[in-house]
Each structure stands twice: as C-alpha cells, then as structure tokens.
Nanobody, 132 residues
Framework: QVQLQESGPGLVKPSQTLSLTCTVSGGSDATSDYYWSWIRQPPGKGLEWIGYITPGGTTYYSPSLESRTSISWGTSKNQFTLHLSSVTPEDTAVYYC????????????????????????WGQGTPVTVSS
C-alpha cells in the first residue's frame, strides 16, 4: 500500500511560485511502476488534475496549467515536487498528491475530475492560500 504526504507553505503571495513536496512511503518509490500526480480542489469546486511524473521522469500536464507547471523528482527518490509559477488567488485550493498504476488522460483544456476513483492512493491534502 502506497502512502503519500504533502508538505509546503500554506500561504503564497500573488505572482510568486507555489512549491509543494510529496513524500512517498510504503515500499514504492521512483522505481515503481506508478504514475505520480498532483491534483487540486478550489473552495466550493470540484477536483482538477494538474499533471503527473513517471518513475523515469516523463511528465504530462493539464493544458490549462502547462505553461506554469513543473513536476520533478527530488534528490531523494521518494519525493516529488510541484512548482506552479505566477500564482493568483484563483490558485487557492487544497492540493493533493496521488498515485495509480494507470496513466491519467485528460480530454479537455481544463482537466476536471468527476471523482477520486481514477487514483488508488491519495495524500491527505494540504491547503494553500494565495493572498497578499
């Protein structure tokens, strides 16, 4: 069973870069055959998929966020990091990391998710507020 835990600052100023880290435990790391994703949920709204990274470092991002998003592995191969640049108050959300053996496919410009069912493992989520 994969366990994931998000960490990072809870408050970011507009125009700055939001950086969050997901720590993986439970026996799976970058060498495991999983797709490691970041997902967010703004207040009062549904889930939005941001992007994923594979064990080999291949990334795939939501088209609506691609120009501002970077996901990478840390030097410790049980951590991967989200960087979201030029944030605005619209980026305020609870941010989750999640994992699944299957890749997530997004058919639209904004990758709304109907439920959590597409991912077998989730972190508990960390709230991030963008405000001056």
């Amino acid at each position: 069973q994969v366990q994931l835990q998000e960490s990072g600052p809870g408050l970011v100023k507009p125009s700055q870069t939001l950086s969050l880290t997901c720590t993986v435990s439970g026996g799976s790391d970058a060498t495991s055959d999983y797709y490691w994703s970041w997902i967010r949920q703004p207040p009062g709204k549904g889930l939005e998929w941001i992007g994923y990274i594979t064990p080999g470092g291949t990334t795939y991002y939501s088209p609506s966020l691609e120009s501002r998003t970077s996901i990478s592995w840390g030097t410790s191969k049980n951590q991967f990091t989200l960087h979201l640049s030029s944030v605005t108050p619209e980026d305020t959300a609870v941010y989750y990391c999640a994992a699944d053996p299957r890749p997530y496919y997004c058919s639209g410009y904004v990758c709304y998710m109907g439920s959590r069912a597409a991912f077998g493992s989730w972190g508990q989520g960390t709230p991030v507020t963008v405000s001056s």
